[in-house]
């Protein structure tokens, strides 16, 4: 419901006076306070005011507008001028005119509750203003309106000195407010500025007791590193007596005191265990502990787990099962940290379980850039209550099983160490009688791995098993781009790293098929020749191609580098020197006599790509293969059921269709003075099984390679 007030008509521009004293006096009715009233009469003001100047005159209607409370004051502010054709551009601000037209529309709408305006070129403006009422304000019936326009009737008519006059005393009362508001203003500041003095004593009382607790944490850090030092030498003493006394060394112990020594030894290795993990706590706590970052892959890690961990199954009631860890890529963390993380989850699943499994699995997160672990079994399992306690130092859970497996509370609170130094995060899930999991999530790639270690990870992680492969050493992402680009479609397959430490490490456990190498690398300018030289000299028979300036072709050729090119790189030259260079090294056999599977392996990964490779399980067989293939190289293992290879070795030499074979022993055994001055006589090399690897094998053949060639 509307209820119409009055209608006052602009025709002078004394009209725009009236119209606001009218707007005060008809809010001053409506029980608006004197700042209210204020807001409402200037709004009116401004808006009548650019009525009269821009439309000649106009008209404002006051009204009441809703029949039950809140009720608004609604004032419509109406002309027939010619409209605003920027307005979007005058109410955001940007519309700049000499006159002032804008900032009228802008303030009054920023006074109201409600603010509309309409406006058609050449029809005319409308806008319309409202206020809410107070809420003490009586609700205002039709009735009130015949009383409320008869007070103003009686009130004086409106004139510009008596309107001055009310502008003068709104703006005293104003700068009157502004004063109390400024004073209170001042006086928060000083009571803010005291309660900083405040703060700033407290934070400096808090810092000292900070250093302070950082010096006991240190003391404390420092004492238990130094006392388990200290604890280690005695222990092992006793331990170690107690292994003479048991084995009986003085003499025999009787059945008591065998019993009594094996206690004092059992209680020697828990307190051995326990000064390992308060050892271990401390170094992480003391920021000591380094975190070695390799490449490992997760099912060689619980093949390990495996055979260290079935020791302890003391029983046939307990089995323990390792899932193929499907989908989990190789690691680049650290190894021997993630091990014990699961040896000890695994420990104590076996240690709480009486029957049933104990099942490790690994799986990728949907992301890809975590491992999820999981220990889980089927043992006693840990109330919702204990489980957060578990994690805590010194903290064991009472159980009937409690009294049988003792601990020393600190295994999982170090898991928890170690996980967060690794960058994951360790927890359980877990219910009375229904068996217990553990969990560890770990990244893939430690955040932390070192930048050429982290490279030659993800490129080790594209060599091809299936494809003669070709390591490019090139920063630049588009020159690799075009590189690879010549590969494709060919037998080769590109591998891409941007530095020489990266290169390095992969060419440790990888051997390509060639090399190609961007001499003028950013921030490695001059370390390309000497790795050159290095790598050379490790193994001989790599083809490298390198791309470099005008001028580097001398240089190339006296370190014996098989091609040298300018950029751009034409794809016909790259794959016809590729294809020159790799097939001098095709026809080159080498015979592997070795009952051992293990060592012929190593032997075959590290030489596949350079050589054919035949093998012999047995002397006999050996000798057989050697007269038949004629190869260019044997490897001998020294100790095979049947014949030995030192008479292998003996046989191939006094045979006129072998004695000119070269021959590399390979022994698992330690060569004594003897044995070493025979093998002399008609081995060119000989070898450690435990030394095996690309490096040592390379080295060896570009050894007897040179003395062939040699005059």
């Not at 009233?37 to 439309?55: C, G, H, K, L, P």
């Not at 000083?190 to 309660?195: I, N, V």
């Not at 030498?233 to 003085?250: E, F, H, I, Q, Y």
């Not at 170690?418 to 360790?426: D, K, R, W």
Request: hydrophobic share 45%; proline share 4%.
């Amino acid at each position: 419901m509307t209820i119409r007030i009055l209608t006052y008509a602009l025709r002078v521009q004394a009209d725009v006076v009236g119209a606001r004293q009218r707007a005060s006096q008809i809010a001053s009715q409506l029980e608006f306070n004197h700042r209210e009233q204020t807001q409402i009469a200037t709004s009116v003001s401004e808006i009548a005011r650019n009525a009269f100047r821009y439309a000649g005159g106009g008209k404002v209607e006051f009204e009441i507008e809703g029949e039950a409370g809140p009720q608004s004051l609604v004032i419509r502010v109406s002309d027939n001028g010619p409209g605003i054709g920027n307005l979007e551009e005058v109410l955001e601000g940007n519309y700049e005119s000499r006159t002032g037209m804008g900032i009228g529309l802008i303030g009054s709408r920023r006074l109201m509750d409600r603010w509309e305006i309409h406006t058609e070129l050449g029809r005319g403006t409308t806008v319309t203003l409202g206020k809410l009422l107070p809420s003490r304000a009586r609700l205002v019936l039709p009735v009130d309106v015949g009383r409320m326009l008869s007070r103003l009737e009686a009130l004086p008519n409106p004139s510009s000195l008596a309107e001055v006059q009310s502008q003068n005393a709104e703006l005293l009362a104003a700068l009157a407010e502004l004063q109390d508001k400024q004073d209170k203003l001042l006086e928060m500041a000083r009571e803010l500025e005291d309660t900083n003095r405040g703060v700033v004593a407290l934070y400096a009382e808090l810092d000292e007791k900070a250093m302070h607790l950082r010096r006991a944490d240190e003391m404390k850090t420092r004492f238990l590193s130094n006392m388990s030092h200290e604890f280690r030498t005695p222990l092992n003493s006793v331990r170690a007596l107690c292994g003479l006394l048991l084995a009986k060394m003085d003499g025999p112990l009787e059945p008591e005191q065998e019993h009594q020594v094996k206690l004092i030894t059992k209680a020697a290795e828990d307190l051995s265990e326990l000064v390992n993990d308060l050892l271990d706590l401390a170094k992480i706590e003391a920021g000591k502990v380094e975190v070695h970052a390799t490449q490992f892959e997760v099912s060689d890690l619980f093949s390990a787990l495996r055979g260290m961990l079935r020791p302890l199954l003391v029983t046939d009631t307990v089995e323990l099962e390792f899932d193929p860890p499907a989908g989990v890529p190789a690691m680049v963390s650290d190894e021997s940290k993630v091990s014990q993380i699961l040896r000890n989850f695994i420990s104590n699943a076996l240690k709480f379980t009486e029957r049933g499994s104990v099942r490790i699995q690994a799986r990728l997160s949907p992301d890809g850039g975590n491992v999820l672990f999981s220990v889980a079994d089927s043992g006693i399992g840990i109330a919702p209550d204990d489980q957060a306690l578990i994690f805590e130092e010194f903290t064991q859970v009472p159980s009937a099983m409690q009294r049988k497996v003792k601990g020393t509370g600190l295994g999982l609170p170090l898991c928890r160490r170690l996980a967060s130094l690794l960058g994951g995060e360790v927890w359980v899930e877990s219910a009375p009688g229904s068996g217990s999991t553990f969990f560890v999530r770990l990244p893939v790639i430690y955040r932390e791995a070192a930048v050429p270690e982290l490279a030659a990870a993800q490129a080790a992680a594209e060599v091809p098993a299936d494809r003669d492969w070709i390591l490019l050493v090139e920063n630049d992402e588009a020159t690799r781009a075009v590189y690879e680009a010549h590969l494709e479609g060919t037998r080769f397959a590109a591998v891409s790293v941007s530095t020489l430490a990266a290169a390095k490490m992969l060419l440790r456990a990888h051997r390509p098929a060639a090399v190609i190498l961007d001499i003028v690398l950013p921030g490695e300018e001059g370390a390309a020749w000497p790795w050159i030289t290095e790598l050379k000299n490790v193994d001989e028979l790599l083809p490298i191609l390198v791309v470099g300036e005008a001028g580097d072709e001398r240089m190339a050729l006296a370190l014996g580098i098989d091609a040298c090119f300018q950029k751009p790189l034409r794809r016909e030259a790259l794959l016809e020197a590729l294809g020159r260079v790799t097939s001098r090294r095709d026809g080159g056999l080498a015979l592997i006599i070795d009952d051992d599977e293990a060592a012929r392996y190593v032997i075959r990964r590290s030489l596949q790509r350079s050589m054919r490779l035949a093998e012999a399980c047995d002397g006999i067989a050996g000798l057989e293969a050697a007269r038949r293939l004629k190869p260019d190289v044997i490897f001998l293992d020294l100790s095979m059921p049947g014949m030995q290879g030192d008479e292998v070795l003996m046989r191939l030499a006094g045979d006129p269709a072998t004695a000119a074979i070269p021959v590399v022993v390979v022994s698992s055994r330690e060569i004594d003075l003897d044995l070493g001055q025979r093998l002399e006589a008609h081995a060119r090399a000989v070898l450690q099984k435990r030394d095996l690897s690309v490096e040592i094998l390379t080295r060896t053949l570009a050894s007897i390679a040179r003395e062939a060639a040699a005059p």
